[in-house]
């Protein structure tokens, strides 16, 4: 984890680096800064679950407990974590609510679900929120298929797992950033989660309009998946005021050339 900074911090903080699963050294920055909230951002996220579990666990489970424990020691009054779309799994053909029974796609998932319960475990000291963040792009977000196909060239192009099944909710990291700070400045007690997304529902092929037809010429198509993830915000919209801000589509449209990829069926 990088420290960048401290929400009510008690004393000046720096810019430094902190491994999580060294419950020392974390209670040993929590102790010197003394802050009334804090944003857990660290973890171990996607593909590199799946290769190395055992460090996933550590650093996602097991570094929220180190995390918890020092703010439980040193009177931190709120814990706001990143959490993940993924616990919902991609299955469901309608917008998830909070209220959806997990169901976990993966190593990652399963991680960040039992970091969830460790919060809920000690909500009754310690008040936090789980904001389940959904796909997430913008700047310094190189993964996301917003940015690889902004990027995309004849040369390098981007394969797409089809164009009508494969269904996202894209929200813009400045709209995720907003409702982690909207989150830290909370007094709501207890342990809530919310998600964060833009609650539109969006196909590859809804993608490839929202961009200039050199990037459409930039892009293979594979065989078609089912896979749908998209939030029901209307909780977090009552719970944090929030709501997406940021314009789509990311990049202005060219006018339509004729038409480069299959039509829909």
């Not at 939030?231 to 997406?244: H, V």
Request: charged share 25%; net charge negative; hydrophobic share 45%.
């Amino acid at each position: 984890m990088e420290l960048v900074g401290v929400a009510g911090a008690r004393a000046a903080s720096a810019r430094r680096k902190l491994d999580v699963t060294d419950a020392s050294a974390v209670a040993s920055v929590i102790d010197e800064i003394r802050p009334r909230a804090i944003i857990h951002l660290a973890s171990i996220v996607g593909a590199a679950c799946e290769a190395d579990p055992a460090t996933a666990e550590a650093v996602n489970v097991g570094g929220t407990a180190n995390l918890l424990a020092a703010a439980l020691r040193f009177d931190v009054e709120r814990i706001v974590f990143a959490s993940t779309a993924a616990i919902y799994g991609d299955s469901r053909r309608r917008p998830v609510a909070e209220h959806d029974a997990p169901m976990p796609n993966g190593i990652y998932a399963e991680t960040k679900l039992r970091a969830e319960q460790a919060l809920a475990d000690v909500s009754d000291s310690l008040a936090s929120d789980s904001l389940r963040v959904f796909n997430v792009y913008g700047p310094e977000m190189p993964d996301s298929l917003v940015e690889r196909l902004q990027n995309a060239t004849v040369d390098a192009p981007v394969k797409l797992n089809g164009l009508d099944g494969f269904v996202r909710d894209y929200v813009h990291v400045d709209d995720v950033a907003r409702a982690l700070f909207a989150s830290a400045d909370s007094t709501a007690a207890g342990f809530r989660v919310l998600n964060v997304g833009s609650g539109i529902p969006r196909s590859n092929r809804d993608l490839l309009d929202s961009f200039p037809d050199e990037v459409r010429a930039a892009v293979s198509v594979g065989d078609e998946i089912e896979s749908y993830s998209c939030a029901d915000i209307e909780a977090i919209g009552k719970e944090l005021s929030w709501r997406p801000l940021m314009p789509w589509p990311p990049i202005p449209p060219s006018p339509r050339l004729p038409l480069l990829v299959p039509p829909a069926v």
